[in-house]
Nanobody
Framework: QVQLLESGGGLVQAGGSLRLSCEAS????????MGWFRQVPGKEREFVAAIRWAGGYTSYADSVKGRFTISRDNAKNTVYLQMNNLRPEDTAVYCC???????????????????WGQGTQVTVSS
């Protein structure tokens, strides 16, 4: 089992920034690629960003490319999502998730992930 705990959400004005953190425990952190997804009520969970287990490769949804940055600190078992130039449409619950690095499945797909955090609310006001 892997436990994931997000923090750093909140209320921010459009154009502002937030940094989300997700701390993992339970199994070796470097066994997992990590992803961030977001969800609003009535909509499907949306891929935001992912980072491979060693941190050398990242991927982003087109809607956040150039504004969000995913990173990880394997010594601290933590993955981050730096969100800049936030927009009202970024409002959502943001969840981190762990995807075993040997699974072979796509890390763009929520169903590929093995473990999920509870999520942290991000609200961007206009």
């Amino acid at each position: 089992q892997v436990q994931l705990l997000e923090s750093g959400g909140g209320l921010v004005q459009a154009g502002g920034s937030l940094r989300l953190s997700c701390e993992a425990s339970g199994r070796p952190f470097t066994s997992y690629n990590m992803g961030w997804f977001r969800q609003v009520p009535g909509k499907e969970r949306e891929f935001v960003a992912a980072i491979r287990w060693a941190g050398g490769y990242t991927s982003y949804a087109d809607s956040v490319k150039g504004r969000f940055t995913i990173s990880r600190d394997n010594a601290k078992n933590t993955v981050y999502l730096q969100m800049n130039n936030l927009r009202p449409e970024d409002t959502a619950v943001y969840c981190c998730a762990a995807h075993h690095r040997l699974s072979g499945s796509s890390y763009y797909t929520a169903s590929s992930y093995d473990y999920w955090g509870q999520g942290t609310q991000v609200t961007v006001s206009s």
